[in-house]
């Protein structure tokens, strides 16, 4: 296990040595410390900090290892930010979760035969822990959530127009709609939730404003 903070390691060793067929071969609070374990116990699998994946990435492009990977963050869900790489992690964790909806899953991914988790494998495709890597669902469409989702990452309307293939114009529009189904009040608030998404955190929206009874025309 890696992880920043003692205080959440100690919770999960304690949840951990209830079950009887894991256990913890070590505990680690720095990536170098982390990787020297991983090397020396070649474990099943690895709990990792989702804020310490880089780190260790870096660290790590010395060593050879392979194990299955569960996430861990501080946050809801693992959100969109780069850094931690979903394509070899099996799930994500918060450290808000409930004892009886983690250890399941921890279950879940100790009991595979796989060495790490693969995103062309079915079996990983279909299995209930690699679901936890995905944020939850937004009330927008596809080009509207890719829209918010370089509004949280902090690009310019000219930035995501020449990503997206779109006009400045478009995305104005988009901005809008977006605004106007998550009940925002400024482009500053959008800005401010996108981002706390992006990083993780939940988008409680509110009910969005009656327009005359009319349904706002959404942009292509």
């Known amino acids: 296990m ?6 959440v390691a100690m919770g999960f060793v304690v949840a951990l040595s209830t079950r009887r067929h894991l256990h913890v071969a070590a505990v680690a609070h720095t990536a170098a410390d982390g990787l020297r374990a991983i090397v020396r116990f070649d474990p099943d ?5 989702s804020a310490m994946a880089g780190a ?26 780069p850094g931690a790489d979903r394509n070899v992690a099996c799930g994500f964790i918060s450290w808000t979760a409930r004892r009886r909806h983690y250890l399941s899953l921890v279950d879940e991914v100790a009991a595979c035969a796989k060495q790490q988790a693969s995103p062309d494998s079915a079996q990983c495709s279909a299995c209930v822990a690699r679901r936890t890597l995905a944020p939850p669902p937004l009330d927008l469409t596809g080009r509207e959530r890719e829209v918010f989702v370089r509004i949280g990452s902090g690009l310019r309307t000219a930035d995501i127009a020449g990503e ?21 009040d400024s482009v500053r608030e959008l800005n401010a939730v996108a981002a706390s998404w992006c990083r993780g955190e939940v988008v409680d929206a509110a009910a969005p404003p009656a327009r005359n009874n009319l349904r706002q025309r959404e942009p292509s």
Do not use: C, F
């Not at 890696?2 to 205080?7: A, C, G, H, I």
């Not at 478009?170 to 009940?183: D, F, N, Q, S, W």
């Open 164 to 184: 997206l293939g779109l006009s400045a114009k478009t995305v104005e529009a988009h901005r809008e709609t977006i605004k106007y189904k998550l009940g925002m």
């Open 2 to 7: 890696l992880v920043d903070s003692e205080l």
């Open 45 to 49: 699998v690895v709990l990792l900090d």
């Open 56 to 81: 260790l990435e870096r660290l790590a492009r010395t060593s050879v290892w392979s194990a299955r990977l569960l996430l861990l963050g501080r946050n809801a869900h693992l959100g969109v930010a």
